[in-house]
């Protein structure tokens, strides 16, 4: 049975890994800092310029939605409950998740 498994995991990472695409790759973060600062730790009204993303899944996204590497990007609002952010970027606004919002590493 636990070859089975190995055998569907390794069907999964193929799949994927022939998926990626390289803009996506060449947005993740390669640096090590442990002072990382993020878009969950921008105060509302701060500004920030996107730096690099620090999750493969949430970069692919996120860059489909306009978020460049350069870009800049304003919080305009946290939801109460603190899930929820609302960005405004270059041209646009969008609606994340907290933990797409934990990818997006920020220089200001």
Known sequence: MGD???MDNIKKA???????NPICIASLNKD??????????????EIGYVKSFDNLDCACKLL???????????????SPLGDALYLQ????KIAIRKNEGAAILIEE
């Not at 090590?32 to 009204?45: F, R, T, Y």
């Open 64 to 78: 489909t939605l306009g978020l460049l590497p350069k870009s800049r990007v304003t919080v305009v609002r946290k």
């Open 14 to 20: 193929a799949t994927i890994s022939s998926q990626l």
């Open 32 to 45: 090590d800092n442990s002072n990382k600062k993020s878009v969950l730790d921008l105060k509302i009204g």
């Open 89 to 92: 970027l270059d041209g646009h």
């Open 4 to 6: 089975i498994n190995k």
